[in-house]
């Protein structure tokens, strides 16, 4: 990447118009009663309180020293139409689009997602400006183990597929993730997820399995509760 283009590369920050102007947290409480940014902070606490995929990513920062709360890592924010949240590498921010979060349940996937992401740069030092094959890495583990691609969320997309689907949705949903984000053509950004594909596919951590649904959600949430006690009943 020369020069020039280095210079145009924006890193997806265009999409999320609060981060370009330096506008972080914003309006008093009475502002926000009754706003996009009064659901998104309600809904982001329930999803904190109740969602087994989100409690098992916080209590695996903590133990990775990267404890997170809430109003210093998550952001309610106006966004571009085409995006639903982002995490902020620079300020190890989680943006939740509160213009595009309408339901429970996609609040619930974008702060799994964006967790995923915040696991990833505690836990591997990500470069996520530099090194193509990081960002690509993160983003196909935040597809797999996020719920995004969940048999229910497939249907409700009219997606459907036998062999292999799974990994399909995984790898078109990190591409697509990867194209909205940085400026690059379709066939380098294709390339670079094939090369670290299998690698990152099989990294389920901190989950130790792929969370296909809610109930296996809770069941990687139970075994994480419970990891120390197997060893000390040994």
């Known amino acids: 990447m020369d020069q020039t283009e280095q ?58 020293g990267c404890a997170v709360y809430k109003d210093r890592h998550f952001s309610c924010e106006d966004c571009d139409g085409t995006v639903s949240g982002g995490f902020d590498a620079t300020s190890s921010q989680i943006v939740l689009c509160q213009n595009n979060i309408h339901q429970q349940s996609h609040m619930n996937r974008v702060v799994t997602h964006e967790l995923i992401h915040a696991f990833d740069h505690c836990r591997a030092h990500v470069d996520w400006f530099n090194n193509f094959k990081h960002l690509a890495c993160s983003e196909i583990r935040a597809a797999n183990l996020s719920g995004d691609c969940s048999f229910h969320n497939e249907v409700s997309r009219f997606n459907f597929g036998l062999k292999k689907h799974h990994q399909e949705c995984v790898r078109g949903r990190a591409l697509r993730s990867i194209l909205a984000v940085r400026k690059v053509s379709r066939e380098e950004a294709e390339k670079v997820v094939d090369e670290v594909f299998d690698t990152c596919f099989n990294d389920h951590a901190p989950f130790g399995r792929i969370p296909h649904d809610k109930k296996d959600a809770k069941f990687a949430y139970r075994d994480f509760e419970n990891r120390d006690r197997y060893s000390a009943n040994l």
């Open 7 to 64: 210079q145009e590369e924006d890193y997806g920050y265009n999409l999320f118009p609060e981060r370009n102007s330096g506008k972080f947290q914003k309006g008093s409480i009475a502002e926000s009663l009754f706003t996009f940014n009064h659901k998104c902070q309600v809904m982001l606490q329930f999803a904190m309180e109740t969602s087994p995929y989100a409690k098992l990513l916080l209590g695996a920062m903590k133990s990775s």
